[in-house]
T-cell receptor, first 111, second 113 residues
Framework: DVKVTQSSRYLVKRTGEKVFLECVQDMDHENMFWYRQDPGLGLRLIYFSYDVKMKEKGDIPEGYSVSREKKERFSLILESASTNQTSMYLC??????????FGQGTRLTVV | QQPVQSPQAVILREGEDAVINCSSSKALYSVHWYRQKHGEAPVFLMI?????EQKGHDKISASFNEKKQQSSLYLTASQLSYSGTYFC??????????????FGSGTQLTVLP
């Protein structure tokens, strides 16, 4: 079975903190994605990566950055967390052109 | 840019049919469909590639109209287990080798006994 593992299910951080969300996949997928999920807005793409050290902005990249130093790991970084970044964050991975597999999500609360 | 899904919500009785629509303003390589149950990760249902194909398994099927950049998901003789939020995801051609997978805002489907 494909596994996409996110490091935390729940996180509480303070405004202004630097926050790291980690995602690891075990299927040698080229593509990895970070989405945030908010009620009524669906899944919005923050960043994605199609190879090691390669990244592309999605629809809502402001306030976020990413890192992909190894193929299996894709990190989402909130440089200075703000309350409007309180959300559910979902990581996904896929082979190019094939189905995406999702992690269980990280519910981040910024206070 | 997110694809547009409709309707936003639908309530059915067991055994009734439903159609969920998805449209994009971009030229698409493929359309994906996923279902998410409350508190769980989205789960893949099917993928349709450009070429205007129709796919299905069991009582859930989908079509992709490449000319209109539209896809529809068909749920027939719905079961209680079909309840959840359905998302369409689109891969657009303009990204070149970087295939961006963008999702719509979702359709909440509730099947009542």
């Amino acid at each position: 079975d494909v596994k996409v593992t996110q490091s935390s299910r729940y996180l509480v951080k303070r405004t202004g903190e630097k926050v790291f969300l980690e995602c690891v996949q075990d299927m040698d997928h080229e593509n990895m994605f970070w989405y945030r999920q908010d009620p009524g807005l669906g899944l919005r793409l923050i960043y994605f990566s199609y190879d090691v050290k390669m990244k592309e902005k999605g629809d809502i990249p402001e306030g976020y950055s990413v890192s992909r130093e190894k193929k299996e790991r894709f990190s989402l970084i909130l440089e200075s967390a703000s309350t409007n970044q309180t959300s559910m964050y979902l990581c996904a991975s896929s082979y190019i052109g094939l189905e995406a597999f999702f992690g269980q999500g990280t519910r981040l609360t910024v206070v | 840019q997110q694809p547009v899904q409709s309707p936003q919500a639908v309530i059915l009785r067991e055994g009734e049919d439903a159609v969920i629509n998805c449209s994009s303003s971009k030229a698409l390589y493929s359309v994906h469909w996923y279902r998410q149950k409350h508190g769980e990760a989205p789960v893949f249902l099917m993928i349709l590639l450009k070429g205007g194909e129709q796919k299905g398994h069991d009582k859930i099927s989908a079509s992709f109209n490449e000319k209109k950049q539209q896809s529809s998901l068909y749920l027939t003789a719905s079961q209680l287990s079909y309840s959840g939020t359905y998302f369409c995801g689109t891969e657009d051609i303009s990204s070149g080798s970087a295939r961006q997978l963008t999702f719509g805002s979702g359709t909440q489907l509730t099947v009542l006994p």
